[in-house]
């Protein structure tokens, strides 16, 4: 079998990931702003007899100089890497602007050939593109497809085969290439898009032309980035407890009597069915319960995503984010951080300031992840009564120290001029179901991967030092309650000083949900021991946390260092000393506002 | 003039950018090409957004600065040239805007009534 190398090659946000994935049927990151491939990506698939490897490149304006990183991945692969075709993806809409690149990728002199992506969008906007037109002028062949549907595939795998099988060069006749005159480039695009194009965009009103009305305005905007922002909350909030409290009842009243139940009856060892009931069903299960958040809170996060809104947030909160150093589009990783602070790091590639970079990346363990939102919404279900405003409190409050965080390191360590801004505004898209379901369940997937490795050996550990030495029947005098007594007068002072707290606290900085699984472990083995009944672990964290501790706990949970592969990704992408400072500082941060918070309580 | 004096709903022609660096040749990859018309959408604190067809874009004033246009229309209302800022000085050309829109129409008391209520709802504006 013949293997061919095809690399995807197209400006920034024109679906060359979505068209990837119904090539090679991967299940790749998607977004609708520019920059969400920051790094090389591969899919391959059969057909005819091939092995088509695609190489999917971050996306780039033009070849001349790479400003930032992920254009450097590109360039440097376009002009050194091993691959035999090119794919130049265009987002049919703005043909004009892309047609830029397509002529300077004709001068590689590789086959090519032209995948016309998003025609959906064409026919809505009126504009007609003769794409027969297009592969005479250019000599190779030009495919119409719809990165959202799938349409146009089948014969854009036939065009690759059959352009390098013939060896089919791209060229323009009657230009050469060689005096590299931009004026003659720009006309050369012009002449193209003049003979291509059938018909003209209609001059008419989008519905992207009205959202950013309102959207974009520096009053709407901002009071409907809030409200988008606290309506999401209460609908996640609306929807998923009552799943997560049917799922609880039955990991807690039908599982694990069953569990219990079964081990008995083949007459299993009692630290088999003690294992199976408060570690694995009662850690494990406890975080587990929070599947249906994490569905829906992901859900809406990637429809924020891939409907074009962020880089509109980006517009509007640059008038603040330009007082810290920074231009808007550092909002979108910042955002990104919703989902997960790891990902977030890795999409400041696009950012062409080095210290630009490193600014965001010290701002990003601030923003909540999903593994927080499962903890905040455990707590604020059990203690608050409004669990939706407490819980965009605590984001707000993220937000702010981020902006905090930004600020002394821009007057200290990081001062530096203002870098220029430039940022392409996607029009408003509506991701099919399909592709936000395929995104969604990936999340719930890795959530899923989380609970049964990480948290799930979390919470083994805390079982076993609950447990060592061998035949202690006093708590307090185990491994896990020394650890946890060691080091209760550091958190003392700020109300959480509990042992039981300080166990479940620390190995945390793995995994955020494992706060939740040691809690439930440490608690039912403690309720075991003393032979009381047994009550919900809601009811039970009740009486180690008092209400006036649970807002410092999460305050807490929510500053210092966000968990152990952010910390990882600080390290690789920033540098070791930017991550090990962040440490120290997100850990003195924290202490520092939890003691604040606790103190003045009680104050008053 | 510079694309940076241009007000919003204002048209214009790209005439070329100043400088020829790195820069000059994405903006010009991105569709800021010589003899391209914008139209100016918005001015908010530093940015513009300007728009040609579908290709909408994003500029820091640094970068408006450097490019050279010429204007072939002018909004005759710029009514959402405002300065990101939540105080009356946000607003400067908004008072005028109201009293050169309703004073022929003799109902210049309901228009200024009326005028914050355009003011944070741009779109009703017609």
Redesign the interface.
Known sequence: MKAINVVLVGNPNVGKTSLLNHLAGTNLKIGNWPGVTVEKKEGKVLFQEYEINFIDLPGIYTLDEAISEDEFVSINFLKKGDYNLILNVIETPRLKRDLYLTLQLVELNKPMVIALNMSDEVKELGLEIDEKKLSELLHLKAVKTNGRTGEGIKELLSAIIHSYENNLLPRVDYFSFVDKQEDKLISLVQGIYAEIRKKPLLNKKTLTDTLDQILLHPLLGFFSFIAILYLTFKIIFGISTPMVDFLDNFFQETLVPFAKTLLESVSAPSFLIDFVSEAMIGGVGTVLTFLPLVFIAFFFITLLETSGYLPRVAFLVDPITHKIGLHGQSVIPLMLAFGCNVPAILATKTLSNKLDRLLIIAMIPFMSCSARLVVFSFFAITFFSHPTLLILFLYLVGIILSILTAFILQKSFFKKELSHFVMDLPPYRLPSFKTLFTIVFLHSKSFLKRAGTVIFAISVIIWLLLHLPYGEKDLENTYGGFIGKTLSPIFEPIGLGDWRITTSLIPAFLAREAILSNMAVILKVEAKDEGLEKSPLREEIKKVIPPSSAISFLMFVLIYNSCVATFVTMWKEGSRNLAFLFLLYSFGLAWLSTFLIYQLKNFF | MTLNEAKCGDIVVIKGIKEED??A???????I??NETFEV??K????L?IMN????????S??ANKIEVDIIKQNPCPI?E?????TEE?YPDSEEYCQKRYRNQKIHRKGHRWSFFR?????LKD
Request: with cysteine; aromatic share 4%.
């Open positions: 790195v820069l040749k994405k903006l010009t990859a991105m569709g090409r010589k959408l918005k908010c604190g530093r940015n957004l067809n579908s290709n909408r874009l994003v500029l820091s640094e970068i959402e405002i300065k990101c800022e939540f946000a003011r944070i709802c741009p779109f």
